[in-house]
């Protein structure tokens, strides 16, 4: 094989250098310059001339047939239904996440699930193999707690190795023809004919890609573990996100059992299709009605508890949103959001104290949304507003109803999107109605099975849903 080399590109204006430097003596970027590979030249003889005149001639787009895309099932349906209907052959997703969150976990078992099937190579370069193992015999026993077959004998088809060199792993494929490639991650996979270190801009760039050259060659479908890093964007997953088909995020609070599997980009499938897991003692289950899960523990009729219906991707959820005021001790009153925007936070106080006159400058404010979510629809708005306004009066919001809007800044109440959908998810929940803003033009129909109170005004819909604020505001 003849020696590769490699050359420093500036990311920001293409300025070509041979060695590494801190700052672009032509754009002046900072750091900017990745290692790259220098692909050597095509000498055009004869054969290669012939080969790419035959290779790509436009054709008319219906003389090309499109089969039915044959995608491999999954027995992990809300993973199956993020991805848009189970794996298609020769796709590449990332699955990123914080250290910690279940990434691991969570493709062991869908190896487990794909080894009955096929045959499945999983590439650790993070853990070794008998903590593989441990852990596999774990979500197995698991899946047996929950009344699967162990079906040990059907396990044969799951490969394990640790491995972080890319050449030795393309050859542990080429030598096990999988159907199914996971790698464990991508930050500890390199090359060695790059100077650059593993998990570096440059390394994980260029093993991407080969790894896509492979997919795409060989109908192997490839899923990447990557770790977002604290920076959030070097050399973590967001370097990856072109090259690859599927992005899915894989969030929650580390704290707390529930975890959401997000896709923000995906060639084969919906975006911002969202599944929703609970990290278990073995491995992570299924949450097939989670607007259910997250109202468990909710205490019904005391104050400071709001119901909001956000839209996850395509689907709506029920969440619990809480606030709290207390006195401020000296001075600076002090705002505390934990599952919501900060700023969002920030404007839904000034509303409250400006035009609803609640004294909220002498009170500290917390909000905090239940279940670990992170709520960033403005639909949601109307909820953080009636938990704090509930907190404030001591009075509990209505428990049988939800709240959905958008507040503005003159006070005013303002349509969401999907409203329709949202109500039938809080009806099919048991909610007897539903304060909602007024709208003007009426392009949807509302359900039948749920009360709406419409509401052009933050004061309005507070008036409707606190118990016993009627006589105040008549
Ligand atoms: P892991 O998949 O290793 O995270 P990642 O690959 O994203 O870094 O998951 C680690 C966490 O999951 C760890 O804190 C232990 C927990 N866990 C469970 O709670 N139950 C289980 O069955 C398993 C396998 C892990
Ligand atoms: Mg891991």
């Given at each position: 094989m003849p020696k590769t080399h490699t050359q420093f590109v500036c990311q920001q204006c293409g300025r070509i250098s041979a060695r590494e430097m801190g700052r672009c003596p032509q754009c002046g970027a900072w750091n900017s310059f990745v290692e790259e590979v220098i692909a050597p030249?095509?000498?055009?003889s004869k054969h290669t001339k012939g080969l790419s005149l035959t290779t790509s001639t436009p054709r008319r787009l219906i003389d090309i047939d499109a089969p039915q895309e044959d995608r491999l099932v999954l027995p992990l349906g809300e993973f199956a239904r993020v991805l848009g209907g189970g794996i298609v052959p020769g796709s590449i997703i990332l699955i990123g996440g914080d250290p910690g969150i279940g990434k691991s976990t969570l493709l062991l078992q869908v190896a487990l699930e794909m080894a009955r099937q096929e045959v499945v190579l999983y590439v650790s370069g993070e853990e070794s193999e008998r903590q593989i193992r441990m852990r596999a015999q774990r979500l197995l026993d698991g899946g047996a707690d929950r009344g699967e077959e162990p079906a040990r004998a059907n396990l044969q088809g799951l490969y394990l190795v640790t491995e972080t060199q890319l050449p030795q792993i393309l050859e542990h494929i080429t030598a096990l023809q999988p159907r199914l490639l996971i790698v464990d991650s991508i930050q500890t996979t390199y090359l060695p004919e790059l100077e650059s270190t593993a998990g570096s801009v440059s390394q994980v760039r260029e093993c991407a890609s080969r790894l896509r050259e492979l997919a795409k060659t060989s109908g192997i479908t490839v899923f990447l573990i990557g770790h977002v890093t604290k920076e959030g964007t070097i050399a973590g997953p967001r370097v990856l996100e072109h090259i690859v088909d599927t992005v899915l995020y894989l969030e929650g609070d580390r704290f707390q059992s529930y975890r959401l599997l997000r896709s923000v980009k995906n060639r084969f499938g919906a975006t911002s299709e969202v599944g929703v897991f609970e990290m278990g003692e073995r491995g992570l289950v299924e949450v097939p009605n989670p607007s259910q899960a997250f109202l468990a523990e909710r205490v019904v009729n005391a104050p400071g508890s709001a119901i909001a219906v956000t839209m996850e991707g395509t689907r709506p959820l029920l969440v619990e949103v809480q606030g709290l005021t207390s006195p401020t001790p000296f001075g600076n009153p002090r705002r505390t959001a934990n599952g919501v925007d900060i700023n969002r936070l920030l404007l839904i106080c000034a509303v409250l104290t400006r035009r609803l006159g609640l004294r909220l400058s002498e009170q500290d404010v917390f909000v905090n949304v239940i279940g670990g979510l992170s709520v960033e629809e403005p639909a949601a708005d109307l909820a953080i507003a009636a938990a704090i306004a509930s907190s404030y009066r001591n009075r509990p919001v209505r428990a049988d109803v939800v709240l959905i809007g958008e507040v503005g800044l003159s006070g005013e109440l303002r349509m969401v999107g999907q409203i329709a959908a949202r109500l039938r998810e809080a009806a099919a929940l048991g909610f007897q109605a539903a304060i909602v803003p007024r709208r003007l033009a009426r392009s949807e129909s509302y359900p039948n099975s749920i009360e709406v109170i419409e509401a052009r005004s933050l004061q309005q819909a507070l008036s409707a849903a606190l118990a016993g604020e009627e006589a105040e505001h008549a």
């Open positions: 030249a095509q000498r055009p």
